[in-house]
T-cell receptor, first 114, second 114 residues
């Protein structure tokens, strides 16, 4: 089955600086890579996702890049703000548009230092 | 707005008890999932269901069973609770059937087994 590794497990960044979280996956057939954000005491929520036919996707201050050859994808947060403090999870699946399970990474606790 | 609800936020049970965790979604989603979340281990899939009365094992099904008698409701059953099943349990749903892959999570049930 799929195995997703996520690094680092914790990350502290000065407010205004950028943060990068990296994930690798093992199944070359995986084609859907979402990122979920979980604030303290709250449920995980999707913040951005990318499919294997795209190399990069941006949404305001967040972006995700995908390197299919290396089986590697990353989350980039620019101009970090205190509300970006949370646990971030990457995931991978062989998506058939809603009919496949997600395999999650172990999470990264991001702390923004004011 | 998708709403996924879980029957309890906190639950305390004794070793050997049979435990029922219930999840309900109100968006007519095809897919439903049960995860457990433990520090440093991320979100691990226990069971999932693509349709009523249908279930598939996830990555850690041992000690658990599930039931999906109605489309909107997915129950997780701990047949004989053990202390190593103390965890946060999260339910999720996704539209399936050609829809998006976005999984919507419930608020979680923190289960303590004494």
């Amino acid at each position: 089955g799929e195995n997703v590794e996520q690094h680092p497990s914790t990350l502290s960044v000065q407010e205004g600086d950028s943060a990068v979280i990296k994930c690798t996956y093992s199944d070359s057939a995986s084609n859907y890579f979402p990122w979920y954000k979980q604030e303290l005491g709250k449920r995980p929520q999707l913040i951005i996702d990318i499919r294997s036919n795209v190399g990069e996707k941006k949404d305001q201050r967040i972006a995700v890049t995908l390197n299919k050859t290396a089986k590697h994808f990353s989350l980039h947060i620019t101009e970090t703000q205190p509300e970006d403090s949370a646990v971030y999870f990457c995931a991978a699946s062989r998506s058939n548009f809603g009919n496949e399970k997600l395999t999650f990474g172990t999470g990264t606790r991001l702390t923004i230092i004011p | 707005d998708v709403k996924v609800t879980q029957s309890s936020r906190y639950l305390v049970k004794r070793t050997g008890e049979k435990v029922f965790l219930e999840c309900v979604q109100d968006m007519d989603h095809e897919n439903m999932f049960w995860y457990r979340q433990d520090p440093g281990l991320g979100l691990r899939l226990i069971y999932f269901s693509y349709d009523v009365k249908m279930k598939e094992k996830g990555d850690i099904p041992e000690g658990y069973s599930v039931s999906r008698e109605k489309k909107e409701r997915f129950s997780l059953i701990l047949e004989s609770a053990s202390t190593n099943q103390t965890s946060m349990y999260l339910c999720a749903s996704s539209s399936g059937g050609g829809g998006t892959d976005t999984q919507y999570f419930g608020p979680g049930t923190r289960l303590t087994v004494l």
